[in-house]
């Protein structure tokens, strides 16, 4: 996913026009890219305080960091309750509740399956049950996650949303008004100016459709051409055991991009609850087949 930016604008209700800067870093497997209307004297501050809000996330919810806290959390979960910090609760909490409503096509116990699949390296841990799903936890007195049987959690697209989300935070919090925060398919834009939003072809990831205009908003991709493996790819059908995205992709606008992110997986199952979970979250989606026709949703 990839944006063509405005001309800047002058803003009548102030004096300075500030300038664009952009930084990137390598984060959430991913190169973030974070674009804000700053001037030089608080660039680096701006930008540290953004990306550290990241890594903060990462240092968490990696599943590929050892040292994480969800990797910590995934080698305990023979044991039955495990406390957890407040950002792992949060997250866990907004997945349990997709999982419920979405009656688990989004499912964040679905690590042992992509271990299998050859998307995600087997951690150290016990052996995860293969019949394990989203209702063999909870989140119980607020931050103890209970399991009833061993499994492996991984968060993957719905925490960089919130890492995105909780990027933005810090940028307004820096008294930025004008910005972007792109972590490959997690993408979130805030301030006066609508961002053009590309997307690749589904059929040929080379080549990019225009698809709309974003402002004040989040968006998210999934799509399985870059993660296809043997057959497989790093989307799930829970339903059925059988991966997604092959040769389509599925984009969504939602007021977070923790929501935009999770609610792709959602619409691409096909499950009844999608066009529900849309319009109670303030979402929309568009679907692109492997011709390239768009269906939108929301």
């Given at each position: 996913m990839h944006i063509a930016a405005p001309a800047p604008t002058a803003d009548p209700?102030?004096?300075?026009?500030?300038?664009?800067?952009?930084?990137?870093?390598?984060?959430?497997?991913?190169?973030?890219?974070?674009?804000?209307?700053?001037?030089?004297?608080?660039?680096?501050?701006t930008f540290a305080a953004a990306f550290g809000a990241i890594e903060q996330v990462q240092?968490?919810?990696?599943?590929?960091?050892?040292?994480?806290?969800?990797?910590?959390?995934?080698?305990?979960?023979?044991?039955?309750?495990?406390?957890?910090?407040?950002?792992?609760?949060?997250?866990?909490?907004?997945?349990?509740?997709?999982?419920?409503?979405?009656?688990?096509?989004?499912?964040?116990?679905?690590?042992?399956?992509l271990v299998r699949w050859g998307q995600l390296p087997a951690p150290e841990a016990a052996a995860a049950d293969e019949q394990a799903d989203w209702r063999d936890l909870s989140l119980v007195d607020g931050q103890t996650v209970?399991?009833?049987?061993?499994?492996?959690?991984?968060?993957?697209?719905?925490?960089?949303?919130y890492a995105v989300d909780l990027a933005v935070a810090a940028l307004k919090a820096q008294g930025v008004r004008k910005g972007?925060?792109?972590?490959?398919?997690?993408?979130?834009?805030?301030?006066?100016?609508?961002?053009?939003?590309?997307?690749?072809?589904?059929?040929?990831?080379?080549?990019?459709?225009?698809?709309?205009?974003?402002?004040?908003?989040?968006?998210?991709?999934?799509?399985?051409?870059?993660?296809?493996?043997?057959g497989y790819t790093a989307l799930v059908d829970t339903a059925t055991a059988a991966p997604m995205g092959a040769g389509e992709s599925v984009t969504v606008v939602a007021r977070r991009a923790i929501w935009a992110d999770a609610l792709t997986k959602i619409v691409l199952s096909g499950h009844a609850s999608a066009p529900g979970l849309l319009r109670r979250l303030g979402?929309?989606?568009?679907?692109?087949?492997?011709?390239?026709?768009?269906?939108r949703l929301g």
């Open positions: 209700g102030n004096a300075t026009v500030l300038p664009m800067r952009e930084r990137m870093r390598p984060l959430l497997g991913t190169f973030v890219c974070i674009r804000v209307e700053v001037d030089a004297a608080q660039a680096n501050r240092a968490c919810l990696s599943f590929h960091d050892p040292q994480s806290e969800l990797s910590r959390i995934n080698r305990s979960a023979a044991e039955a309750a495990q406390r957890v910090s407040p950002l792992f609760a949060r997250v866990l909490r907004a997945s349990l509740a997709l999982a419920r409503a979405s009656e688990g096509r989004f499912d964040p116990s679905i690590g042992a399956r209970r399991f009833h049987k061993p499994l492996w959690l991984d968060f993957g697209g719905i925490a960089k949303g972007l925060v792109n972590a490959g398919g997690d993408l979130r834009v805030f301030g006066a100016d609508p961002q053009t939003i590309h997307v690749r072809h589904p059929a040929s990831p080379a080549q990019s459709i225009p698809l709309l205009q974003l402002r004040d908003s989040a968006v998210a991709t999934s799509a399985g051409y870059f993660s296809a493996r043997d979402a929309q989606a568009a679907c692109i087949d492997s011709s390239g026709q768009t269906r």
